[in-house]
């Protein structure tokens, strides 16, 4: 995205970023850069109409109480406090703050996006959380949605964009060039869908957490290996990040920055001090003096065998079965 990271791991979206000393003590454990929490506009829109209704029943029982709320124009529930939470964020780190954004409308994808840029964040991480549930609804009509909002989020701001993409689409790489087209500076390989679940007993549909595990990285490192230095864009890799090993695997296929919250979760914010001291000690035994004199070696357009990545690998995968 064009910005000097200390280094290569980064804090991805999560609630940890809420709180400002959370932040301060990632800095502190190693973190090149802090994706804070998304702003959800529905959330927003659902707070805003709240105040409202708010504030009419409490002014038809007493007239004086207006004097104790700001006009509606002015009041903005939920962006006035992470708009603050950049700035303080800013005041008492170094490393770079980036927001991220989950927005319903055009008006609301730019208006967010102008307001965090104006608080001084580095960069925006535009994370499109969208399920395309109707079954009248194009794959076409799905990638257009996406291109759009990139576009029209580009025209407003100047600071840089990363997009944070699901592995659904059918010509992935295809759509990482239009996003690159529409004026991305970033892709973050993979936007991890949190699906529903059932309790076959009381017969509700549960909305509860899973963390990533290490196991699941096997995805983004296929794409960020076929993608890595083919499109003029960062990537970001944000699956599965448990521990060096995993920064070290997504390096070596091309990704510029790690991301990780799960881990953090379970081991603590600290973990990215353990996290980083292995990743140096791994460089040392491999005689790696950088980051960037690792990065991409394992990609598919510098290995001897680039079909590694493509059908030839299926079919050795299905004989090393056969043959176990």
């Keep these: 995205m064009g910005l000097k990271l200390p280094s290569p791991i980064v804090v991805s979206a999560s609630t940890l970023s809420e709180d400002v000393h959370n932040i301060v003590q990632m800095e502190d454990a190693g973190a090149g850069a802090v994706v804070l929490f998304s702003l959800f506009e529905e959330q927003i829109q659902k707070e805003n109409a709240l105040y409202e209704q708010a504030l009419k029943t409490t ?12 006009d509606l124009d ?6 006035t406090q992470y708009l603050e939470l950049i700035r303080k964020a800013k005041e008492r780190v170094d490393i770079p703050i980036i927001a991220s954004l989950n927005a319903i409308t055009t008006e609301g994808w730019i208006d967010y996006a102008m307001q965090v840029e104006e608080a001084g964040a580095a960069g925006l991480e535009i994370n499109i ?6 079954v009248r609804l194009s794959g076409e009509a799905v990638e257009r949605r996406y291109l759009d909002i990139v576009s029209e989020v580009r025209k407003n701001i100047h600071i840089p964009i990363a997009v944070k993409l699901n592995p659904y689409f059918s010509a992935t790489g295809n759509m990482a060039k239009q996003i690159s087209d529409a004026g991305a ?9 949190y699906q529903p679940d059932f309790d076959i007993v009381r017969l509700k549909v549960l909305s509860n957490l899973q963390y990533s595990e290490s196991n699941e990285i096997r995805l983004p490192l296929l794409w960020i290996a076929v993608l890595y230095g083919k499109l003029p864009l960062s990537l970001a890799a944000t699956t599965g990040v448990q521990s060096a090993q995993e920064v070290v695997k997504y390096i070596l296929a ?7 919250a799960s881990a953090l979760y379970k081991f603590g914010i600290n973990h990215l001090r353990t ?3 292995e990743l140096k000690d791994w460089m040392h035994m491999m005689g790696f003096d950088t980051v960037e004199a690792f990065r991409g070696v394992m990609s598919q357009q510098n290995i001897s065998d680039p079909t590694a990545y493509e059908r030839a690998n299926y ?6 079965v056969k043959n176990t």
């Design 254 to 260: 091309g990704a510029d920055v790690t991301m990780t």
């Design 59 to 70: 002014t038809n029982i007493f007239a004086e109480a207006m004097d104790y709320f700001p």
């Design 315 to 320: 079919i050795r995968i299905l004989e090393n």
């Design 129 to 134: 959380f969208y399920i395309p549930a109707d």
């Design 185 to 193: 500076n970033a892709l973050v390989l993979f936007n991890r869908f």
């Design 275 to 277: 996290m980083t001291n």
């Design 74 to 79: 002015e009041y903005h529930v939920g962006t």
